[in-house]
């Protein structure tokens, strides 16, 4: 089924059609309550996890329910969902897909430029006052550090961590993908 053809099916359940506030109203605050309970529903699938047999189900229903308001709001609206939606997908992949454009900082010096690829080390340490810190380190460097300094400097930049901080430190890799084309919100 195409988005318009559904579209145009709910007129047939809409109970406010018409075009005053109050009518748009409503179908705005269903769709916020139908968000909710989208939202409710997963909380309940993280909370019981296999056990929650419905959870596929319930999730179908509420999303159905929300996609009926947004429908619904388009048609107030004069907006064709189909439109909507190829619109929405153009702009994602404009702002997710990768393409051919050069990265913002290709006239600027080699020295200037972000790093195109490289591994990430957060190394975890203490300070002289006793505060546990983490030195951060790009392809074995530290980083923000001048060239002349090395991994093992003692002026190497370190951040704190809140001594009430929960979560244990480690250290952790990760490669960075070219960067290859920019985009904007």
Do not use: C
């Amino acid at each position: 089924m195409k988005f318009s053809d559904y579209q145009r099916s709910i007129r047939e359940t809409d109970q406010r059609p018409g075009k005053e506030l109050e009518d748009m109203t409503v179908h705005l605050l269903g769709l916020a309550g139908e968000a909710g309970s989208v939202a409710a529903a997963y909380k309940k699938y993280i909370r019981d996890g296999a056990a929650d047999v419905a959870f596929k189900l319930r999730m179908r229903e509420e999303i159905g329910d929300a996609l009926w308001y947004l429908a619904t709001i388009a048609d107030h609206l004069g907006l064709n969902l189909d439109e909507v939606a190829m619109t929405n997908l153009d702009k994602t992949r404009g702002r997710w897909l990768l393409g051919d454009a050069d990265p913002y900082d290709s006239t600027f010096p080699d020295r200037e430029r972000l790093p195109r690829q490289g591994t990430y080390e957060f190394i975890p340490g203490v300070n002289s006052e006793g505060r546990k810190t983490i030195t951060v380190m790009f392809d074995g460097g530290v980083l923000g550090a001048s060239e002349s300094q090395t991994p093992t400097s003692t002026r190497a930049r370190t951040v704190a961590v809140p001594s009430s901080s929960k979560k244990a430190l480690r250290r952790s890799r990760s490669p960075m993908p070219p960067a290859t084309s920019s985009s904007t919100a």
